[in-house]
């Protein structure tokens, strides 16, 4: 199993473990023609400078790139990968900056930057590549408010 692949063990975070200032493991993303491709078409989005190089170029870019719905699957993909499966989404707010373009690598960090009522953690993200930052934002979940039974604390 990769470092980046989560386990079916996977511990699950509990809130009063978290604390504000704490950084997140970055996770290094590939960026492969194939990924960009696929992950456009799964998502449904046909935009065409997603999957077509040559009319990609045509509109002003230097190839395809990846679009907001895989940004947003990574950054989901991964917060909850730190926060264990017991983890609940409540809010993604993303902003795009530069494209993600295949060949090159984005490398998604956080740090955790508030504790709410509720068990509710916000965590700053970024995710940068050579061109420079292609998404920030924050990410609030829910974590289990006591330690759950067999997740290792």
């Given at each position: 199993m990769s470092k980046n692949a989560v386990s079916k063990n996977a511990v699950s975070r509990a809130y009063a473990d978290v604390a504000v200032g704490e950084e997140l493991p970055e996770l290094r993303v590939p960026l492969t023609r194939t990924m960009i491709v696929a992950t456009a078409l799964a998502s449904r989005d046909y935009q065409d400078v997603h999957h077509d190089p040559s009319l990609a170029v045509e509109r002003g870019s230097k190839d395809v790139f990846m679009n907001i719905l895989t940004t947003n699957g990574l950054v989901d993909r991964y917060v909850t990968g730190w926060a264990g499966p017991a983890a609940v989404v409540k809010a993604i707010k993303i902003r795009l900056g530069a494209p993600n373009y295949p060949g090159d690598t984005m490398v998604l960090t956080g740090t955790v930057t508030e504790k709410r009522d509720g068990g509710r953690v916000e965590i700053k993200v970024r995710g940068v590549n050579a061109i420079g930052p292609h998404?920030?934002?924050?990410?609030?979940?829910?974590?289990?408010?006591?330690?759950?039974?067999?997740?290792g604390a």
């Open positions: 998404v920030t934002g924050t990410v609030v979940v829910q974590l289990p408010v006591v330690q759950l039974e067999g997740s």
